[in-house]
Each structure stands twice: as structure tokens, then as C-alpha cells.
């Protein structure tokens, strides 16, 4: 029995095996799509650690680019408010210096006014010195005469006081 037992399962392992064999062949091409399989295993978990370390780099730059522009806005919002004040301040000034140009040109006018009456006053002085001019020099002739007429008179009236 034991030898029935023997060739029955040399026979149904034979039948197993034929029927679940590949050829060579077969096996050969699928050892290489394995093997071929594996590397490109292998290149993508190391692209994937690559694209990891890229991809930290990368979200470390984006922080420090966050934090840059939230440094460029709020020296924006700054510059923005001391742009707003220098507007308000120069509106203030061209107002005053409007205003100041008012007055500047009343004060010409004014003074426009004041050296027309000056000169007209000393044109009217020059007149009334010149027709006092040529009295006085007609009264200076007369003054001159009497001058003289009175000098006569003190010399005259001490030695009349002593006869």
C-alpha cells in the first residue's frame, strides 16, 4: 500500500505541478517586470523623500515670505498714515501761505498808496520851499538891512549911554 500510496501521490504532485508550472520563459519575464518593478519602487520613495525635503525647504521660504510681506504691509500702512498726515499738513500750509499772499498783496497795495501820498507830499514841499525860496530871498535882503541898521544902534547906544 505503501507503494500505491507512493506512485498516487507521485502522480497527483506531478498533475499539480504540470498544471501550475509557467514555463521558463514565463518566469524569467515576470523575475523582471519584479525586479524592474522594485526599482521604480525604489526611484519613487526616494522622489518621495526628495519632494518631502523640497517640499519643507519650500514651506520654510513661504514663512519667511509671509513674514516679509507682513513686514512690507505694515511699513505700508505706516508710510500710507504719514503720507495722509504730510497731505493734511500741506493743505494746512498752502492755506496759510494763501493767506499770507493776501496780506502780502494788501501790504503792497498799501504801500503803493503810502509812497504815492509821500512823493505827492514832497512834490508839494518842493513847490512851497521853492515860492518860499524867492521870498525869503527877497525878506533876506530886508533882514540884512535891518541887521545891520541894529548893529549900528548897539555900537551907537553904548556911547550914547555914556555922554
Given at each position: ?7 498516487v501521490?507521485v502522480v497527483?504532485t506531478?498533475a499539480?505541478l504540470v498544471s ?6 514565463q518566469y524569467?519575464?515576470l523575475?523582471k517586470d519584479?525586479?524592474?518593478l522594485?526599482?521604480?519602487v525604489?526611484?519613487s520613495?526616494?522622489?518621495?523623500r526628495?519632494l518631502?525635503?523640497?517640499k ?7 514663512k519667511?515670505?509671509?513674514?516679509e510681506i ?10 500710507k498714515?504719514?503720507?495722509?498726515e504730510?497731505g ?8 496759510q501761505?494763501?493767506k499770507?499772499?493776501t496780506?502780502l ?5 498799501e ?6 501820498s509821500?512823493?505827492?507830499?514832497i512834490t508839494?514841499?518842493?513847490?512851497a520851499?521853492?515860492?518860499m525860496?524867492?521870498?525869503s530871498?527877497?525878506r533876506?535882503k530886508a533882514?540884512?538891512s535891518?541887521?545891520s541898521k541894529t548893529r549900528?544902534?548897539?555900537?551907537a547906544?553904548p556911547?550914547?549911554?555914556?555922554i
Amino acid at each position: 500500500m505503501t507503494t500505491i500510496f507512493r506512485k498516487v501521490s507521485v502522480v497527483l504532485t506531478l498533475a499539480v505541478l504540470v498544471s501550475s508550472c509557467v514555463s521558463q520563459k514565463q518566469y524569467a519575464d515576470l523575475v523582471k517586470d519584479k525586479d524592474r518593478l522594485d526599482v521604480n519602487v525604489e526611484r519613487s520613495h526616494k522622489e518621495i523623500r526628495e519632494l518631502k525635503e523640497v517640499k519643507l525647504t519650500l514651506e520654510d521660504q513661504i514663512k519667511a515670505k509671509n513674514v516679509e510681506i507682513t513686514k512690507l504691509e505694515q511699513q505700508v500702512n505706516i508710510f500710507k498714515r504719514q503720507n495722509e498726515e504730510m497731505g493734511s499738513k500741506f493743505t494746512i500750509l498752502d492755506e496759510q501761505m494763501k493767506k499770507m499772499m493776501t496780506d502780502l498783496e494788501a501790504k503792497k497795495s498799501e504801500s503803493a498808496s503810502l509812497i504815492a501820498s509821500y512823493e505827492q507830499k514832497i512834490t508839494e514841499l518842493q513847490i512851497a520851499n521853492a515860492s518860499m525860496g524867492t521870498r525869503s530871498a527877497s525878506r533876506g535882503k530886508a533882514t540884512a538891512s535891518r541887521k545891520s541898521k541894529t548893529r549900528k544902534s548897539k555900537v551907537a547906544l553904548p556911547a550914547a549911554l555914556k555922554i
